[in-house]
């Protein structure tokens, strides 16, 4: 692991596209985060191109794609983890509900 | 069972061509999972558990599958120095199989260890031991042939790892804590004359690391099968449908006289599709899987039990965006 080394840069190319697409470039992160984000992004509206790759298996990096319509693609990327962010709040909050129910359904019989 | 679920929420597993709705899928958003979202326990003991999820997304299922499998940090046996061993197996061997014996400490009150650090604390580490001789039994009598007649301590087993506190540990922890979470693991077997001594030092670390580190057995999910009668099938057709399935799957019920086949429980269904073979069968039924169904399976084996491991995955993978996010910002702020 590499601490010296920025979690998220962003890779060279998209300097003219008035910063509506990005490809940002995850170290540390994968098939876990970027599919599970792609899927969030992808599904607004501005959005007009989402994708993730990991270019080689043997590196933990992860290069994520963002194309929009019109908001900056920083904005859109920052909006999707506050929303996988909430999801997981959300999953938690469902699970935590329903091991309780379970547990006191095994107590009463 | 949603017997009249709607077609667009299924895959109509056909005799060779897997059938979808063009309903969307491959994306998710925030209202829509709140609102669909349920979760139901169906079975919850030590080792297994098995949940139904509902309205969730492959890729977020997926993540979480992930996270459980090798994002969660258990202790493993992780350093082993070898001070005498005279058994037949090899050092190396059994460093190896030493290092996969599960342990009951509680991951969470561990620190990691920090790179390049040798010697560790007593946050990080818990050290173990393992002094074991093998001698002939002077009480065997004779006509005794069995191994644990003849001999003393003829089986090393993981029972015979004693935990060294260090530093305050012995304040904090118990031994029922922090040792093998099985008993009865064999490490190796031994003669009369042969030693085995060892000291190890367990860290904390997680399954992407080594796979001694995962603490689930196998977490994994399936869709929920589907299974629709068209029309009736009785008599012997319906014993032959019966057959198609897995047992429990299909039932027969007597109505007027006759028999009937009825889908009982097509949870429980391996999804064979073997009611294809059978041609005056496989169009009066219709196979398929509940789309955003999913039951899922966690078998842990670690001390913590696996419902607080599915919990520790999603925080899991909430401290990956929160991280993420706060790296963005940096990175806004950078350019």
């Given at each position: 692991m590499n601490t010296d080394l920025p979690k998220i840069a962003e890779i060279a190319g998209d300097e003219d596209s008035d910063e509506k697409s990005r490809t940002f470039l995850f170290n540390e992160e994968g098939h876990t985060l970027g599919n599970a984000l792609r899927c969030v992004i992808a599904s607004y509206p501005d959005v007009t191109f989402c994708g993730y790759t990991?270019?080689?298996?043997?590196?933990t990096k992860m290069h994520f794609r963002i194309q929009t319509s019109g908001p900056r693609a920083i904005e859109i990327l920052q909006r999707g983890l506050k929303d996988l962010e909430k999801m997981c709040d959300h999953t938690l909050e469902k699970f935590e509900e329903a091991v309780l129910t379970y547990k006191t359904e095994q107590m009463s019989t | 069972m949603k017997s009249d679920a709607k077609m667009d929420n299924l895959f109509i597993l056909a005799e060779d061509v897997v059938k979808t709705a063009p309903t969307n899928s491959v994306t998710l958003d925030l209202p829509t999972y709140k609102e669909k979202l349920q979760v139901k326990i169906m079975k919850l003991n030590h080792p297994e558990m098995e949940f139904d999820i509902i309205g969730i997304n492959p890729a977020l299922i997926n993540a979480f599958r992930r996270i459980l499998i090798s994002d969660v940090p258990t202790m493993a046996i992780e350093k082993v120095t070898m001070h005498q061993n005279k058994t037949v197996i090899q050092d190396e061997v059994l460093a190896h199989r030493l290092g996969l014996i599960p342990l009951?400490?509680?991951?969470?009150?561990f620190q990691y260890r920090l790179m390049g650090d040798q010697t560790g604390t007593d946050r990080d580490s818990l050290h173990y031991s393992l002094h074991i001789k093998c001698t002939k039994n002077p009480l065997c009598r004779a006509g005794h042939y069995r191994p644990e007649d003849l001999y003393v301590n003829h089986q090393v087993l993981s029972s015979d790892i004693k935990w060294v506190p260090i530093g305050g540990q012995s304040r904090l922890y118990k031994e029922e804590d922090v040792g093998p979470v099985y008993d009865d693991i064999l490490i190796a077997k031994m003669r009369p004359g042969h030693e085995l001594h060892v000291t190890m030092v367990a860290v904390k670390s997680c399954g992407r690391d080594h796979a001694k580190f995962s603490p689930v057995g196998t977490a994994s999910y399936r869709l929920l099968p589907y299974i629709k009668l068209q029309e009736d099938v009785e008599g012997e057709d319906a014993k032959t449908l019966q057959r198609c399935?897995?047992?429990?799957v299909i039932s027969l019920e007597e109505r007027k006289g006759k028999t009937f086949a009825k889908v009982e429980?097509?949870?429980?269904?391996?999804?064979?599709?073997?009611?294809?073979?059978?041609p005056h069968l496989k169009n009066k039924v219709i196979l398929g899987r509940v789309k955003d169904h999913y039951i899922f399976t966690i078998e842990s084996t670690?001390?913590?039990?696996p419902d607080e491991l599915f919990k520790e995955a999603v925080k899991i993978m909430k401290k990956k965006c929160v991280d993420a996010l706060a790296e963005t910002k940096k990175f806004a702020s950078r350019s």
């Open positions: 990991v270019p080689h298996p043997a590196e | 009951k400490a509680n991951p969470k009150l399935f897995s047992a429990g429980n097509p949870r429980i269904d391996m999804c064979s599709r073997n009611v294809l073979n059978e670690v001390g913590t039990p």
